[in-house]
């Protein structure tokens, strides 16, 4: 027992250096280690290298320590890069939006409808609406009574102060879903979203559903955009590269706070997001918890 004591720190300096390696090297392009990756996002790593430094220095190992110190130092402020964006709006932008997993309304659909009705958004996606409409479409009523609500499955919904105009259904895959609605705000502002909802297999390659996520957003380019879904996906994954190069990211570009959505209450990936086009401008973006999902809500503002 004292001889793994003794090892306790090359333990816990090997359990952050091989999924880093795997990080470095190939993110999460390949499947069968693509679930290391999601297991093991920056900050957990950095507190593996931390937890290094705390053993070698408890045993007086001050040189593994101090190598221990160091990384663990290096990879918090990639943590803090990449998950926290200070972007003070100056003015928010002129229409509200807002994106929440609802986790099927488990923890009650009151508690959801009082977080809207606190959020007041003229444009919200719903992820995960579930299989119960009698009491989702109340709660849904009640807290947004003047929108135009569309529910496509049992994963995705709509609501828009004003009008969808149209809609259409495109399967990502096996229990993974995308829609496209057109609609026309109360002002007359006309837009297009696509909602996302691939399903949650950590062990599956990602490549299939954005390649066909990609089908469903090519004849959209030129529209005013927004792409918008719990992507089960966390936004470092390679295959956000491509929607990177034509899209803006909401929290990357006007967010202010941390970026980290699921799984409440220590939530440790951003896999909510909200994508826009150039013809939809974002003025701000932050994400806020409560105890109505396992989700941040993802509330942003637009013009």
């Excluded at 931390?50 to 663990?72: D, F, N, P």
């Excluded at 837009?191 to 954005?210: D, K, M, Q, W, Y």
């Excluded at 990357?252 to 706070?257: P, R």
Aim: glycine share 6%; aromatic share 10%; hydrophobic share 50%.
């Amino acid at each position: 027992m004292r001889r793994w004591l003794s090892r306790a720190p090359e333990i816990a300096l090997a359990a952050c250096l091989a999924p880093l390696a795997v990080r470095l090297l190939f993110r999460d392009r390949l499947p069968l280690l693509a679930p290391l990756t999601y297991a093991t996002p920056v900050s957990v790593l950095a507190a593996l290298a931390a937890l290094a430094w705390a053993l070698a220095w408890r045993l007086e190992r001050r040189g593994l320590a101090r190598w221990s110190g160091a990384l663990a130092t290096a990879l918090a402020l990639w943590a803090v890069a990449a998950n926290v964006s200070l972007h003070p709006s100056a003015e928010p932008g002129r229409y509200r939006g807002l994106l929440w997993n609802v986790q099927a309304g488990r923890r009650g659909w009151e508690r959801v409808a009082e977080q809207l009705r606190v959020e007041d958004p003229d444009v919200a996606v719903f992820i995960d609406v579930g299989h119960k409409p009698g009491t989702r479409s109340p709660a849904f009523t009640r807290a947004l009574p003047d929108r135009d609500i569309y529910t496509w499955n049992d994963a995705l919904a709509l609501a828009v102060r004003g009008h969808i105009v149209d809609s259409s259904y495109t399967p990502l895959g096996f229990a993974s879903h995308a829609a496209v609605a057109r609609v026309r705000l109360a002002d007359g502002r006309r837009l297009t979203i696509v909602l996302v909802h691939p399903r949650s297999a950590p062990t599956e390659s990602r490549a299939g559903v954005f390649d066909a996520l990609a089908d469903v957003l090519a004849p959209l380019r030129g529209e005013p955009l927004l792409v918008v879904g719990d992507f089960n996906t966390p936004s470092d994954s390679v295959y956000f590269d491509p929607i990177r190069r034509e899209f803006h990211s909401a929290f990357e570009t006007a967010g202010m706070g941390y970026a980290g959505s699921w799984p409440m209450p220590f939530p440790l990936l951003a896999i909510d997001q909200v994508w826009s086009s150039d013809a939809v401008p974002i003025r701000s973006c932050h994400l806020s918890g409560t105890m109505a999902s396992d989700h941040r809500l993802v509330a942003f503002s637009f013009d």
